[in-house]
């Protein structure tokens, strides 16, 4: 049992850490409210900068554009991210989901196409998986996926799809046999976004910015060489793209709220007009030890869980675990932030202070118990498949 | 980086946990509990036997030269088994400090004296003889005195704080405790020679290690107590059936069941973390320790309190092996700082500036 960095891990860690600190623009840091199309150009050409630097996917196969390392640098990479509070935001989902998938299931042809360009923020994928009638119940969904020759045409709805605003490509998972039903007849798919019959129709999330999309989808068309897979197999596809969101993210979520603790503890550090900090009340105290407590659990849960996969390769259970307490955590940190700002947390945008970052934060976490998997889906995940307690379903 | 437990590791514990099982279902638990001497001692001889007690001590004094890594995990074992003999205190509190004594740990680690340590009190030592002392006083709540046959006491003399070993003697009260499996007990001093193992004035750094000890080592048992908890009511929650079914299918039955693996997973972290830190000899050991502490010990109330809920009034009853769980856990939550008190330690040391977060 060793926690501490090999002296290669080390140096790798503190050449990142230096080269963040040269590279990141400023419009990234910090998490604020901000200019959303600004933010979304400024983290596309953050990507093409990492890439270039070899800093995207590090744990991808040399072959596929990576550097081949060990998912302890994947590690190291998504924590410096994180800690400099400048993740690649608008590439996460393929760089986590979508590159990986590839990886595993897609052809040589279909990888030598995509992964260079997903690495260097040239391609930004989205994932087309929830359905207005299939949500936690994925296998419900009836996008209809019909083969016509060498051509597939599309024709359904997708909704609550991240970034597909932006995105030029989508990891689509449809049915393919229009007689089946559940987890089989499913095909996973390649779709250019900017295909004729695919619309994409933004909805505004409840923190006022349109992050995630409705896309229709009416006689879209696309060649059969962009399955991913065996047809009839997208399940088990897609139960790869998850393992891996809820695996691989587990270190950057973290990161993410360390990043979130560290600010809180600043803000209840700083001393009002009277000299009074909100860091000696003793009930606040209590507060942010839990907190710090808690990160510290989850970031060692996610080494034990990165070491279990330089192993085994695939992520492992503890992956549902972080993603629960993480989700539960940032909602309790940010409510606490913005408890801590009293009536200056009603005000919003360029009126708030700090940038609105605890305002922002706040709300968002209420989006992170839901996606991903429901906290309610997560527990059920454990209970049945770690705990072997009988299916509830 | 690499956070498994290596198959060494693993091989000690898995060897631990079997003896443990065998050795102690739980009507032989009841048995031994019920018995004039309230504890095991042929167990106690069978671990020391398998070299055990020396786990962590120098091979000088016939220890194993390992670490508290390895302690952790002889630990989860046995607070999840209910352990009802002095390991925690003797190879854990008391034996690290007997090691300035070679005799003294050595007997300790042979298992022909077990040992506990007492801490808190108002004794006085002055000298007697070569390296005897005479020591007075009275030490209330001592854990583990109702097994311990020697005692290492903490106590005030003119130069300042020592530490001492009682071999035996004083008048002891044992007391009648809510965790029969570890009995706390008063110890009145009245002049009884004991063995300087610290001089006065010089025990500070090793009363400090003994405290980031005893709570690593306390988070380890609960950590055990957690995963038996988890067991039974999984298993319960598999086998019972109400409404034509199994209970576990309720979700209302089933997620708290989830919550606990959820408590288990993290606390294993936070314990092997900060064992691990204490080994290396990480400056951030005592926060880790504190932080390990406070959340498995919670963890492991937690647990029970849920398994209870489960097994409801089988769960309720003093033959369920629960209600032993539960209240070895609330005493392992109080003994070596409460929540409440290592929460506010982790609070001065990140908000006033004395430590850092990562
Ligand atoms: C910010 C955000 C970004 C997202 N991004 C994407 C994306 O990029 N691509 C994508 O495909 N999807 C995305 N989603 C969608 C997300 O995956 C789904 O919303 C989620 O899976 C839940 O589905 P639902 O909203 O239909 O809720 P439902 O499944 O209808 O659930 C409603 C409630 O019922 C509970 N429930 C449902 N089934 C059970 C059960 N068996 N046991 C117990 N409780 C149950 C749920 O926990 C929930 O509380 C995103 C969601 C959010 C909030």
């Avoid at chain 1, 045409?153 to 597909?164: E, I, M, P, R, Y």
Wanted: aromatic fraction near 4%; glycine fraction near 10%; include cysteine.
């Amino acid at each position: 049992m060793d926690l501490g960095d090999s002296a290669a891990e080390a140096a790798f860690r503190a050449e990142l850490r230096d080269w963040i600190e040269a590279n990141c623009p400023d419009e990234l840091r910090g998490g604020d409210a901000r200019d959303q199309h600004a933010f979304e150009a400024a983290s596309r050409r953050w990507l093409g900068t990492l890439a270039r630097a070899g800093y995207a996917g590090v744990t991808w196969p040399v072959r596929c554009g990576g550097q081949g390392l060990s998912q302890v640098y994947g590690a190291i990479v998504l924590e410096e991210l994180a800690r400099s509070a400048a993740p690649p935001h608008i590439g996460l989902v393929g760089l986590n989901m979508c590159g990986p998938t590839l990886i595993a299931f897609g052809t040589e042809e279909q990888q030598g196409r995509h992964l260079p360009q997903l690495l260097t923020g040239e391609e930004i994928w989205c994932q087309g998986f929830s359905e207005p009638g299939a949500g936690s119940d994925l296998a419900a969904l009836r996008m209809r996926a019909d083969f016509r020759g060498d051509r597939i045409v599309l024709n359904g709805q997708k909704v609550w799809s991240s970034f597909a605003h932006a995105a030029d490509f989508c990891l689509l998972l449809a049915r393919s046999d229009p007689e089946s039903s559940g987890h089989r007849g499913l095909t996973m798919l390649i779709l250019d976004m900017h295909a004729p019959g695919a619309e994409v129709r933004p909805i505004r999330q409840l923190t006022g910015e349109p992050e995630f999309n409705e896309i229709f989808l009416t006689g879209a068309e696309l060649p059969a060489a962009n399955v991913i897979g065996p047809v009839g197999e997208g399940w088990r596809v897609a139960m790869t793209t998850l393992l891996h969101e809820r695996g691989t993210l587990g270190v950057a979520l973290t990161a993410a709220l360390e990043y979130n603790v560290a600010r809180l503890v600043e803000l209840a550090c700083m001393a009002d007009d009277d000299g009074r900090r909100a860091a000696d009340d003793p009930l606040l105290r209590d507060r942010i030890a839990r907190e710090l407590i808690e990160l510290a659990a989850l970031r060692t849960t996610n080494l034990r869980a990165l070491s279990n996969l330089v192993d085994s390769g695939v992520p492992g259970p503890e992956g549902s675990v972080v993603k629960l307490r993480w989700s539960e955590a940032n909602r309790r940190v940010t409510a606490l932030g913005q408890e801590l700002l009293g009536v200056d947390g009603l005000l919003a945008g360029s009126d708030a202070p700090l940038g609105a970052f605890w305002q922002y934060q706040q709300l968002r976490s209420l989006g992170n118990t839901i996606e991903a998997g429901t906290s309610e889906v997560l527990r059920g995940i454990v209970a049945e498949r770690v705990l072997g307690l009988p299916r509830s379903r | 980086m690499d956070f498994r437990p290596t198959p060494e590791q693993t091989m000690l514990r898995d060897q631990v946990r079997e003896l443990l099982t065998a050795r102690l279902p739980h009507e032989r638990l009841e048995a031994v509990l019920a018995s004039p001497a309230g504890w095991d001692r042929p167990l106690w001889q069978e671990l020391a036997g398998l070299g055990l007690i020396g786990i962590a001590l120098p091979e000088a004094v016939g220890g194993a030269g390992l670490g508290l890594v390895e302690e952790v995990l002889v630990l989860e074992e046995t607070g999840a088994a209910l352990l009802p003999a002095p390991y925690l205190a003797t190879a854990l509190l008391a034996a690290p400090l007997l090691a300035a004594r070679p005799e003294l740990a050595q007997e300790a680690v042979s298992g022909a004296r077990t040992w506990t340590l007492a801490r808190e009190g108002d004794v006085t030592a002055e000298p007697a003889a070569g390296d005897a002392w005479r020591l007075r006083g009275t030490l209330p709540l001592i854990p583990d005195l109702g097994s311990a046959d020697g005692v290492v006491v903490v106590g005030q003399a003119a130069g300042g704080v020592g530490i001492w070993a009682l071999r035996e003697g004083g008048r002891r009260a044992v007391l009648d405790t809510t965790d029969e499996t570890r009995r706390l007990g008063v110890l009145e001093l009245d002049g009884e020679e004991a063995i300087v193992l610290a001089a006065p004035g010089e025990a500070g750094a090793a009363l400090a290690a003994a405290r980031i000890r005893a709570r690593v080592a306390l988070a380890a048992e609960a950590l055990g107590i957690t995963r038996r908890a988890l067991d039974l009511g999984v298993e319960h929650a598999r086998t019972r059936t109400q409404f034509g079914k199994a209970i576990g299918v309720y979700q209302a039955v089933a997620h708290p069941l989830a919550d606990t693996y959820a408590d288990l997973e993290l606390a294993r972290s936070l314990v092997w973390r900060a064992a691990w830190a204490v080994d290396a000899g990480e400056p951030d050991a005592g926060l880790d320790a504190a932080m390990a502490k406070s959340f498995a010990a919670d963890a492991a109330v937690a647990a029970c309190e849920r398994s209870i809920q489960v097994h409801a009034s089988i769960g309720f009853t003093w033959e369920h092996p629960l209600q032993r769980l539960l209240k070895r856990a609330q005493g392992i939550a109080v003994l070596g700082g409460s929540g409440v008190a290592l929460r506010a330690e982790i609070a001065a040391a990140v908000l006033d500036g004395a430590g850092t977060l990562e």
